[in-house]
């Protein structure tokens, strides 16, 4: 184990004003480098981070606990991932402490030459318990290739701030039913209810030979041990049933001023739909800016920044001079949405995280402070493009935008 002391690199700092309810709120952003640096063969990859509040269980200090999940990947072949590995500041990130490897989060026997790996790892604080609960997937290798045949889990782990560790993964225990056969949390927002109970959004195939996923949300209980199914809300389906694709996936949730708001990845582009009570929801609309466009988002993962006074996405999308990134993955935007129209407002848009060369995707959101929230995100080193890197210094840097907001967050305790 080793402990990273940063000189924050400041890449980008600048402010927004926003439109919509609420026109006071403004943000600056600085992004800073947690770590950086990879073997040429393995990248680190999926790297999401949770907050554990000051003065509550585990920790007593006045600064919150920041624990961020990663693991590595190979660069060859597609998904192939080690176990997860985790780094922790204590001091809002002007420190941070790791790489540190769990046994409790690797990959595990589950026969012969065959493993399964926990990944698209989401820590996120639970207040009712006062635990850190993350929740992901499992993907499965046979002698460290894809073993098409089982199928894909929902897991979590709950994380113990005082030992600094995490409990060993385990399977949210579904229901016997066919769409539960391969379904997955991961890459998702959650969203936790007053009463502690879990809306946990989950994509997953309605039949072994149905390549068109669905994506429901699950409410669960939640002990602080153990996240147990209770019941599930409508399977959704993509509309658009002309086209050839995989239909949705990667479900991220959140709750904005009463009313509750999924966003939903497909091949071609990216889908909103809303719910009154988080497990009924509209019919899909595809995402698009206030001006009618198409917002270009597609074939990977949005995510929400909620703070009380405004509600905003994150997001990849085409149209920004990156035809050379992989399913154009890079920059990271964030722009402010209408919640009465359900679209992005376009002259709120802004790029929270530059493209350097490499997607970067795959990344989540942590509330830290009422006075700040982070966008975590990783230079996916993949596919090859060492002229590309070497203009931009790219290595396999792990990006932390911090978002600091105008006025407090209500939120976030």
């Not at 907050?51 to 585990?58: C, D, E, T, Y």
């Not at 926990?118 to 002698?143: E, I, M, S, V």
């Not at 994506?215 to 209980?221: P, Y």
């Not at 509600?311 to 920004?320: H, K, S, W």
């Amino acid at each position: 184990m080793r402990r990273i002391v940063l000189a924050a690199t400041i890449l980008s700092v600048g402010s927004a004003s926003l439109a919509g309810e609420n026109t006071s709120l403004d943000y600056t952003v600085k992004l800073t480098t947690v770590t950086s640096g990879w073997d040429g063969k393995k990248c680190r990859v999926h790297s999401r981070a949770g907050a554990i509040p000051p003065r509550s269980p585990g920790n007593p200090s006045e600064t919150p606990i920041v624990v961020m999940t990663t693991q590595k990947a190979r660069i060859t072949g597609s998904d192939i991932f080690d176990g997860l590995h985790d780094f922790r500041t204590d001091d809002l990130g002007a420190s941070w402490t790791g790489p540190v490897a769990h046994a409790s989060l690797d990959r595990r026997p589950m026969g012969k030459d065959i493993e399964a790996a926990p990944c698209d790892f989401t820590p996120q604080w639970h207040a009712r318990t006062g635990k850190l609960l993350g929740h992901g997937k499992t993907f499965w290798y046979k002698n460290d290739e894809h073993f098409r045949g089982p199928p894909s889990d929902a897991v979590y782990s709950v994380y113990d701030p005082v030992k600094r560790a995490w409990s060993a993964w385990a399977r949210v225990d579904l229901p016997d039913l066919p769409q539960f056969k391969n379904c997955s949390a991961g890459c998702a927002q959650r969203y936790d209810l007053p009463s502690g109970d879990v809306l946990l959004p989950v994509y997953f195939r309605p039949t072994p030979t149905d390549v068109r996923a669905r994506v429901t949300v699950v409410r669960c209980e939640f002990d602080g041990k153990t996240l147990k199914y209770v019941d599930h809300g409508d399977e959704i389906e993509l509309p658009d049933r002309d086209e050839k694709h995989r239909g949705l996936a990667e479900p991220s949730l959140t709750r904005f001023k009463g009313r509750f708001y999924l966003t939903l990845r497909s091949d071609h582009r990216a889908y909103l739909a809303t719910s009154e009570d988080g497990l009924s929801f509209t019919r899909p609309k595809r995402w698009q800016f206030d001006d009618g466009k198409e917002l270009g988002s597609y074939n990977t993962q949005q995510h929400w920044v909620t703070h009380s006074d405004g509600l905003f996405l994150t997001y990849t999308r085409r149209g920004a001079n990156n035809d050379h990134i992989f399913r154009h993955r890079a920059p990271i935007f964030m722009a402010q949405v209408d919640p009465r129209r359900l679209v992005v407002i376009r002259k709120t848009e802004r790029i929270i995280i530059p493209e350097t060369g490499t997607r970067m995707g795959n990344f989540g959101i942590v509330d830290v402070s009422p006075a700040e929230s982070w966008v975590i995100t990783t230079e996916w080193m993949q596919p090859h493009r060492p002229d590309l890197w070497k203009k931009y210094g790219t290595d396999n840097r792990i990006f932390c935008a911090r978002i600091r907001w105008s006025r407090p967050n209500g939120l976030v305790p």
